[in-house]
């Protein structure tokens, strides 16, 4: 297989604009693409204030910054991604809307790329088998904040080849983070089990055992974790919280799996977390309350 040089990276979002922030600070051309030009320049603005506070903690030099900004052009056509040696599918956590971008894709890739999916929990295989290169599909799973987080998990579905995987693995590699291997069952490994835990914290939250305060703070201070779940749940997003518990519900078919009735509800106020300003804290005002 081919050296991988150029990326694409679809969706501008916050997980899509840090994969364009690490592979572009890694040397590689980017591609990013979303269907909207202000996303793309929110993305654009929101990697160049990464970088800089990269700069202002001497992590890398303006120069290195001023590089990796010139590496990525952002595209909001899918022709823009024609000549990528990988693309990275970082679009929102919904089968049917990953299926639609696949079948644009492959109208236009080049035969050789490697279509690459940061889905958090849906089957490799399942979406492998959407595109005209099974063999040369694989889940390359970014954890966010993206260029802080170490880890990237890698998933081969079924019919992924050696090379692929190998390309997978180097490419990986470059970025600086470091690999574990899952097997492509739903969720993979850490919302395996990450997730029922922040469903478990919403249930505690439901029932009435602590408050948001209560929970966040026993978990901080009593497990010594960096954020508490709920607030965990508000920055990874509730709509994406929900998304995950159901592929877990759905596709193992246990009880223990299925989603609070309490992350149900505030999915469907809308309120979604830190994105919405709205969640199990409220972000409009100078400090975060809890709305419970």
Not at 33 to 38: E, T
Request: with cysteine; aromatic share 6%; hydrophobic share 45%.
């Amino acid at each position: 297989m081919a050296m991988i040089k150029k990326v694409g990276v679809i969706g501008s979002g916050q997980m899509g604009n840090g994969i364009a922030h690490v592979a572009a600070l890694a040397g590689f051309d980017v591609a990013l693409n979303d269907l909207s030009a202000d996303r793309l320049k929110s993305a654009l603005a929101t990697i160049n204030g990464n970088l800089s506070r990269q700069v202002a903690k001497k992590v890398i030099t303006e120069e290195v910054r001023n590089q990796a900004l010139g590496r990525i052009v952002p595209t909001d056509s899918i022709d823009g991604l024609a000549d990528c040696d990988l693309v990275i599918e970082s679009a929102v956590e919904k089968e049917e809307v990953k299926r639609k971008i696949f079948h644009d894709l492959c109208v236009v890739l080049k035969a050789d790329a490697v279509i690459a999916s940061n889905t958090s929990s849906i089957s490799i295989t399942r979406l492998a088998a959407t595109t005209d290169r099974p063999e040369r599909f694989i889940g390359i799973h970014f954890m966010n904040p993206v260029p802080l987080m170490e880890l990237v998990e890698l998933i081969r579905g079924i019919a992924t080849d050696d090379s692929t995987f190998e390309a997978a693995k180097e490419f990986v590699g470059r970025l600086g983070k470091q690999v574990a291997v899952s097997e492509d069952f739903p969720a993979f490994i850490v919302n395996r089990i990450l997730l029922p835990m922040i469903n478990e914290a919403i249930y505690t939250l439901y029932e009435g055992v602590g408050n948001v305060e209560a929970i966040d703070a026993a978990m901080k201070l009593g497990a010594h974790h960096p954020m508490g779940p709920l607030e965990l749940a508000d920055f990874i997003g509730l709509d994406t919280c929900l998304s995950i518990m159901q592929v877990l519900h759905e596709g193992l078919a246990d009880s223990k799996y299925r989603p609070c009735p309490l992350l149900v509800k505030y999915v469907e106020a809308g309120w979604l977390g830190r994105k919405t300003q709205r969640g199990f804290y409220d972000y409009r005002g100078p400090k975060p309350i809890p709305t419970r």
